[in-house]
Nanobody
């Protein structure tokens, strides 16, 4: 069973930046599509950004376009989420997920992703 692990979360002031990392055990992330999702208290989980296995295709939620960048380093089996100009509304637990299939990043697509990490807390507050 593939295990994912997120890191890089923390407390940051509005306008600040964080970089989240997603790594995997066993055979790694090389052949998998990877997504970043987040869930704020009392809200449904939502897709933030996804990247194809090749890295050539990326998607972003409208709320993070122009501020967040997803990238992957297949040689190191890591997927990053660079988050700039963070806002209080970005506060949530951030999860990475992976799957061999092409699954929608937005809407309720998150329910179909096979592998998940435990999440990392991102808090944006002054």
């Amino acid at each position: 069973q593939l295990q994912l692990e997120e890191s890089g979360g923390g407390l940051v002031q509005p306008g600040g930046s964080l970089r989240l990392s997603c790594t995997a055990s066993d055979f790694g992330l090389v052949s998998l599509n990877v997504g970043w999702f987040r869930q704020a208290p009392g809200k449904e989980r939502e897709g933030v950004s996804c990247v194809s296995a090749s890295g050539l295709s990326t998607t972003y939620a409208d709320s993070v376009k122009g501020r967040f960048t997803i990238s992957r380093d297949n040689a190191r089996n890591i997927v990053y989420l660079q988050m700039n100009n963070l806002k209080p509304g970005d506060t949530a637990v951030y999860y990475c997920a992976a799957d061999h299939r092409v699954i929608p990043c937005g809407g309720t697509g998150y329910v179909d992703w096979s592998y998940w990490g435990q999440g990392t807390q991102v808090t944006v507050s002054s």
